[in-house]
């Protein structure tokens, strides 16, 4: 019996598992937001700030309910809030003054894109040179002085409103 249990007599058996994480499949047009913004079929799309985002939905959730349209399918209405309850976390800024002013202060800009100029509106870097390693597209349009005070001005206007 002792000879039965020696390893050397067994055959380990490999279970392959499921993998943890499915692979991303590489974008057909080699997109990309680097020094060259390449967004392929999204390159001349608007886009949206968080705070936009969250503005927008709030008023589409808003006319729904005034309008009794609450028949939204019980998968999209945990999305739904899920998307909601993001925004409410991350957007900046809350009342639409403030995005308003955000946005018209940035559109003065107008040799950055519509990305470039969601993402500033978005990720309220403190110095040039974090918005240009976030935004690495930004290097090339604008010097870090006027960056410097587009930053400032978008940040004042978040303190204004706090």
């Known amino acids: 019996m002792a000879g039965n249990l020696n390893p050397a007599n067994h055959q380990i058996k490999q279970i392959k598992h499921a993998p ?52 939204v399918k019980e998968a999209e209405g945990e999305v739904l809030s899920k998307t909601q309850d993001y925004l409410d976390n991350f957007a900046r800024l809350k009342s639409q003054a403030p995005i308003e002013d955000v946005s018209r202060m940035l559109d003065q800009h107008g040799n950055l894109e519509a990305f470039e100029k969601s993402q500033l509106a978005t990720l309220f870097c403190e110095s040039a ?27 004042n206007m978040r303190h204004m409103t706090a």
């Not at 705070?51 to 939905?57: H, Q, V």
Request: no cysteine.
């Open 129 to 155: 040179e974090e918005a240009k390693v976030l935004i690495p597209s930004l290097a090339s349009k604008i010097d870090d002085a006027d960056l410097q005070n587009l930053l400032n001005s978008i940040t």
């Open 20 to 71: 943890t994480s499915r692979s991303r499949p590489r974008p057909a047009d080699n997109e990309e937001a680097s020094t060259v913004l390449n967004l392929g079929e999204f390159q001349d799309s608007n886009t949206l700030s968080l705070s936009e985002a969250r503005l927008l939905i709030d008023a589409v959730i808003t006319r729904r309910k005034d309008s009794g349209l609450n028949n």
